[in-house]
């Protein structure tokens, strides 16, 4: 049996993610302690991993990649002894 995400992922958690995503980088770039202590190469690699949570969540809840696969076995274990 396949389990998806609710369809409600991509109109709530897709845009959290783009306002911490936002967030990130206007810290990382409009402040000087942000571009000391994340720098170009920090928001890249940050930038992606969002990237990659954002494009897994539709998938996800748009019911193209299962957010889960469950295996259902049979009720008689004894035989397998």
């Known amino acids: 049996m396949k389990a998806y995400l609710p369809r409600w992922i991509l109109w709530i958690i ?6 911490i995503w936002g967030f990130i980088t206007y810290s990382a770039f409009a402040t000087v302690s942000g571009r000391q202590e ?3 190469i920090g928001w890249l690699a940050l930038s992606f991993v969002f990237i990659l949570i954002a494009a897994m969540m539709r998938l996800m809840a748009s019911r193209r990649l299962p957010a889960y696969v469950i295996e259902i076995e049979d009720g008689d274990d004894s035989s397998k002894s």
């Open 14 to 19: 897709i845009p959290m993610l783009v306002l």
């Open 38 to 40: 994340l720098g170009v």
